[in-house]
């Protein structure tokens, strides 16, 4: 950001315009404080204020605001404009960059995104199994003081064996960072049927994590597209192939903590909707501030979907993906 005072071409400019620009340039060009001002030229503090205001007015003083390298103000603006975003941040990529440093960038603007804007007080869900969030776990620092109260999982983390320590990472590594307590979801995150869905939700742990996801202010969510990643595949925690045939059938595009959705945003409902231990749609939505992360070329469908159903707030992607986005 630039203050420019600009040079006084008033016509018959009156000892007021003229006093205007000398504390002007005296303030944002020469770093002189206020205070010094007033004394040099004899006038009040208040005055030496009341005058730089009116400087700004007048326009003698113009503020331009020069965007750093990697910065892409202008994208984020418009894609905020075109989707309704609270907030959009955009990381650099190079051109030749594939979907691993795709996600490697997109884990690291969100990790500096949320270490400026926690409160202290958020309680955070984040959801099991994305491996975005997971790269923007490890590329977090410890915050003092805390971020957070808790972080909650938003899906069941139980998996595989050799799966599970990344749905621990994320939840435990996350809480420790900035300094929360972690609340876990001991299930798993697609069961056999819906009365095996029912039963667990009747236990007493599940019942008490229900009431935390009631409670938060944040989430923090992979955009996830229908076909699985390696991780989640091998978790045990994907719908089988015929079922995402199905899906995929039904207009479904991606999934938000397992919740399907169409391109029109809209929920896919039903027989595998009923087999999920997850937070609900509706307490999802109800979230004040719901982050997404996703990039790349597989994932814009899904993207596009989260954004058409208001699924997000915020949305953390990168450039050449914003820029399809908004083309």
Same mark, same amino acid.
């Given at each position: 950001?630039?203050?420019?005072?600009?040079?006084?071409?008033?016509?018959?400019?009156?000892?007021?315009?003229?006093?205007?620009?000398?504390?002007?340039?005296?303030?944002?060009?020469?770093?002189?404080?206020?205070? #010094? +001002?007033?004394?040099?030229?004899?006038?009040?503090?208040? $005055?030496?204020? &009341?005058?730089? $205001?009116?400087? #700004? $007015?007048?326009?003698?003083?113009?503020?331009?605001?020069?965007?750093?390298?990697?910065?892409?103000?202008?994208?984020?603006?418009? %894609?905020?404009? &075109?989707?309704?975003?609270?907030?959009?941040?955009?990381?650099?990529?190079?051109?030749?960059?594939?979907?691993?440093?795709?996600?490697?960038?997109?884990?690291?603007?969100?990790?500096?995104?949320?270490?400026?804007?926690?409160?202290? *007080?958020?309680?955070?869900?984040?959801?099991?199994?994305?491996?975005?969030?997971?790269?923007?776990?490890? &590329?977090?620092?410890?915050?003092?003081?805390?971020?957070?109260? #808790?972080?909650?999982?938003?899906? !069941?983390?139980?998996?595989?064996?050799?799966?599970?320590?990344?749905? *621990?990472?994320?939840?435990?590594?996350?809480?420790?960072?900035?300094?929360?307590?972690?609340?876990?979801?001991?299930?798993?995150?697609?069961?056999?049927?819906?009365?095996?869905?029912?039963?667990?939700?009747?236990?007493?742990?599940?019942?008490?994590?229900?009431?935390?996801?009631? #409670?938060?202010?944040?989430?923090?969510?992979?955009?996830?597209? +229908?076909?699985?990643?390696?991780?989640?595949?091998?978790?045990? *925690?994907?719908?089988?192939?015929?079922?995402?045939?199905?899906?995929?059938?039904?207009?479904?595009?991606?999934?938000?903590?397992?919740?399907?959705?169409?391109?029109? !945003?809209?929920?896919?409902?039903?027989?595998?909707?009923?087999?999920?231990?997850?937070?609900?749609?509706?307490?999802?939505?109800?979230?004040?501030?719901?982050?997404? %992360?996703?990039?790349?070329?597989? $994932?814009?469908?899904?993207?596009?979907?989260?954004?058409? !159903?208001?699924?997000?707030?915020?949305?953390?992607?990168?450039?050449?993906?914003?820029?399809?986005?908004?083309?």
């Amino acid at each position: 950001m630039e203050t420019r005072v600009t040079p006084t071409s008033f016509p018959q400019a009156d000892g007021q315009t003229r006093l205007m620009t000398k504390i002007a340039r005296m303030y944002h060009e020469h770093g002189i404080r206020q205070a #010094e +001002i007033a004394t040099t030229l004899s006038i009040s503090q208040a $005055k030496v204020s &009341r005058l730089l $205001k009116r400087a #700004e $007015k007048a326009g003698i003083i113009r503020t331009i605001v020069t965007s750093a390298p990697g910065v892409y103000g202008e994208l984020e603006d418009a %894609l905020e404009s &075109r989707f309704g975003l609270k907030e959009a941040v955009i990381v650099d990529v190079d051109d030749d960059a594939d979907e691993g440093d795709v996600l490697a960038a997109i884990g690291a603007g969100a990790a500096g995104y949320l270490e400026a804007s926690f409160s202290g *007080n958020d309680r955070v869900g984040v959801s099991s199994w994305s491996q975005t969030v997971l790269a923007m776990v490890d &590329r977090m620092r410890p915050l003092n003081p805390r971020g957070a109260v #808790e972080v909650v999982q938003l899906l !069941g983390g139980l998996g595989a064996p050799d799966a599970q320590s990344h749905s *621990n990472r994320i939840l435990g590594e996350l809480a420790r960072m900035i300094g929360a307590d972690p609340v876990y979801v001991s299930a798993p995150g697609v069961v056999a049927d819906t009365a095996m869905r029912d039963s667990l939700l009747r236990d007493v742990s599940m019942q008490e994590v229900a009431k935390h996801w009631q #409670e938060l202010t944040v989430a923090i969510m992979g955009i996830g597209s +229908i076909e699985p990643s390696d991780v989640l595949e091998t978790s045990g *925690n994907a719908f089988a192939s015929d079922e995402r045939k199905q899906l995929i059938d039904s207009g479904a595009v991606g999934d938000i903590c397992h919740r399907i959705f169409r391109a029109d !945003g809209s929920p896919v409902e039903g027989d595998l909707d009923d087999r999920i231990i997850a937070i609900p749609t509706d307490a999802i939505m109800r979230i004040p501030r719901r982050v997404g %992360l996703a990039g790349g070329p597989r $994932k814009i469908p899904a993207i596009r979907g989260a954004l058409a !159903g208001g699924w997000i707030t915020t949305l953390i992607t990168d450039v050449r993906t914003a820029e399809t986005l908004v083309g």
